[in-house]
């Protein structure tokens, strides 16, 4: 399951550009609520997507649905919150892990990992933190398909059962044919010149003077 961060949150009771500004002196991020800004930035930096969020005394489960960054990528300037109730099916993707070694790539085939990322519905309760896709027996010309990769319980994908997510295909090696020898002893063509053979062509042409 998906780590759960908690966080404390702030009343936010002004909203525009200026009010945004001097919530972030304070160390806090603007969102719908007020977030601590240090600990959201190592939240996100540690993968975490759903946050138990306390307001007022409750606690509310919700999941980060977007974050704004700065042009540096360094601060974060804005945080979007989705609220969620427990009974209700969210959508979502989530990474995929690639597990072991495959036995193909040390017979020297070559990995292609197709898809990095997996389209699930679930609980946010049963949100997975990684789907792990177990590579220990694929060989050369073999592959993984979505409708084979296994699912943690209440979690089902919503790509094309159809679609490879890993493979091991043959290293293609590129072939450069030899450049044929000169048999021993022959001599090099020389080129044809073009002038001296039209010359050679005009004087056999030409008549014998009349006396």
Known sequence: MAQVFVLEVQERTKSGTNAAKQ????????AVLSVPGDALYKAIRHGVRIFDVKHKGGVQKTLLRDVQWDPLGHDILHADFYRVRADEKITLDVKVELKGTAPGVTTGG?????IHSLSVECLIVNIPESIRV???????????????VPLPEGVTVKNDP???????????EEVVAPVA???????AAEPEVIGRVKAEEDEEG???AKK
Not at 23 to 30: A, D, N, S, T
Not at 163 to 170: D, T
Not at 181 to 187: D, F, L, N, R, T
């Open 162 to 172: 159809e679609a490879i997510v890993v493979q091991i295909s043959k290293k293609i």
């Open 181 to 187: 020898a000169a048999a021993p002893g022959a001599e």
């Open 134 to 148: 177990n590579i220990g027996e694929l060989q050369i010309d073999q592959a993984i398909h979505v409708r084979e």
């Open 23 to 30: 919530i972030r002196k304070q160390g806090l991020v603007p």
């Open 206 to 208: 030409e008549e014998p």
């Open 110 to 114: 070559v990995l292609v990992q197709q």
